[in-house]
Each structure stands twice: as C-alpha cells, then as structure tokens.
Nanobody
Framework: QVQLVESGGGLVQPGGSLRLSCAASGSLVSTYDMGWYRQAPGNQRELVAQVTLRGSTNYADSVKGRFTISRDNAKNMVYLQMNSLKQKDTAAYCC???????????WGQGTQVTVSA
C-alpha cells in the first residue's frame, strides 16, 4: 500500500525559507513522477514543482528561482526547498506520486505553509 507523508510546513515570515519533505512507503520515488501541489483557500489546487522519473524538473512560473524540488532515491524521499517565501505562497502543500502513464496516482495528506509577518 502506497503512503505519502509530508512534513516541514509551518509559520514563516516573508522572505524566509522552509523545506518540505515527502516520505514514500510502498513504492519507489525513483520510478514515478513526483510533484508538489498547493491549494490556498478559495483557489484551485495547482502544480508547484515536479520531478519526473527521468529527473526532469518543471516549476510554476510563480515559484521559479525560489523553489527547488529534489529527490533522494536512497531515502525514498522528495523535497521542496522554498526560499524567499511570500504571503501568496500560503497554502496547503501536498505531495503526489503518479506513474508516467497515469495508471497509479497517489496523494499525501498535505502540510500547511503559512507566510505571515
């Protein structure tokens, strides 16, 4: 059974940094496309960053240059390093694991990130 557990969220001041972690069990992150999504109240869920099984990355325009997604295959973890955080980054952040053809698709429960002075 696949399980994704996020951690690392919290309250941070504008300009600060956080690193989110996604721990996977029951699957190997190296064999899936892994992504971080976020959803703020009243907004649709949006893709923040993705790393494909081949190692390619892509980012939402709003976070390019500030966020970095990475994957540690040995630890079976995916990370999202978030720098220069802004109030508009406040949202619940979720980890997603999806097979390249879409046959399997799993989500974590999410971790809250609040950027506020």
């Amino acid at each position: 059974q696949v399980q994704l557990v996020e951690s690392g969220g919290g309250l941070v001041q504008p300009g600060g940094s956080l690193r989110l972690s996604c721990a996977a069990s029951g699957s190997l992150v190296s064999t899936y496309d892994m992504g971080w999504y976020r959803q703020a109240p009243g907004n649709q869920r949006e893709l923040v960053a993705q790393v494909t099984l081949r190692g390619s990355t892509n980012y939402a325009d709003s976070v390019k240059g500030r966020f970095t997604i990475s994957r540690d295959n040995a630890k079976n973890m995916v990370y999202l390093q978030m720098n220069s955080l802004k109030q508009k980054d406040t949202a619940a952040y979720c980890c997603r694991e999806r097979s390249h053809g879409g046959a399997s698709d799993y989500w974590g429960q999410g971790t809250q990130v609040t950027v506020s002075a």
